[in-house]
């Protein structure tokens, strides 16, 4: 089952209407009616907001069906074709060309490197823990860990592949409770500016005082391509007649790493642009 279809079951299920459950969650009716029909993907911020206005946790949207007949969950838009698929059709196609010999070369040299280091998928939640324990001195769990991909554009034209991981830790103190949530995004080239600007702008918008957004990159132009970004979205809005740059913002950050090690080297804050802080 769908993002989508999941969203319309438990709507109807609930007896809301379109009109009912997008004003509970914060968004328009046109925007929920293209997620329900899988027309488009929605940001982490507006299926969390979908979620509670339904009474459910974000993860149950996502949960795939046991159901054999039931659609894979991937959007008709901007998602051409699942990239480990895509991958695992060129890992295939090499491995048909080997001889036997070549073949069984090729398994031992493949379980070789998933014991090397910088190879294995590296422990981000764990990095990111420590990172936020050494600068803030505030212990986070991890909540949730989700990756997906998606197909964006270059200025080009050409399709820019996307491997996303979006990493949620939280915090508990009392009887408040915080969430931070890391974006990390590994490209396979540099995306068009306005694809970013939309990226960017979903969690520019969430008014949720609690919550912390970053945006985690390893490749330095898309780094200073998603501040420039930032950067365009919060002038064009502090140009706007009776604008507020402060209010109604969310906290965004965003991190350059290796991709290697993990090891942080960049950090900028949009929080410089109202509070002067260098970071």
Not at 245 to 251: N, P
Not at 254 to 279: A, P, V
């Amino acid at each position: 089952m769908t993002f989508g279809e999941k969203v319309k079951q438990l709507r109807v299920t609930q007896n809301m209407t379109q009109d009912a459950l997008a004003d509970a969650a914060g968004i328009t009716k046109a925007s929920l009616s293209n997620y329900e029909r899988n027309k488009r993907c929605p940001q982490y911020p507006a299926a969390e907001a979908i979620a509670n206005a339904l009474g459910v946790p974000v993860s149950e949207l996502y949960e795939k069906s046991t159901d054999k007949n039931s659609s894979e969950d991937i959007p008709t838009v901007r998602r051409v074709e699942n990239v480990h698929a895509r991958r695992l059709k060129k890992l295939t196609a090499a491995f048909d060309r080997l001889s036997d010999e070549g073949q069984l070369e090729l398994i031992k040299r493949a379980e070789e490197l998933a014991y090397v280091p910088i190879y294995r998928i590296p422990p981000l939640p764990e990095a990111l823990q420590r990172y936020i324990y050494s600068q803030y001195h505030q212990t986070y769990e991890v909540s949730d860990d989700m990756e997906s991909q998606e197909i964006y554009e270059s200025d080009e034209g050409q399709d820019i592949d996307a491997d996303i991981r979006h990493i949620i830790l939280k915090r508990e103190k009392g009887e408040c409770q915080s969430k931070w949530h890391f974006i990390y995004y590994q490209f396979s080239g540099r995306p068009d500016d306005s694809a970013v600007k939309e990226i960017v702008s979903q969690y520019e918008s969430y008014d949720n005082k609690q919550d912390r957004y970053s945006f985690v990159l390893d490749n330095e132009e898309c780094y200073d391509q998603f501040i420039n970004c930032h950067e365009d979205i919060r002038s064009q809005d502090d140009l706007a007649p009776g604008s507020n740059l402060v209010s109604g913002k969310a906290e965004i950050t965003f991190f350059l790493i290796s991709r290697d090690t993990w090891e942080i080297k960049d950090m900028d804050t949009s929080n410089r642009y109202s509070s002067g802080l260098d970071i």
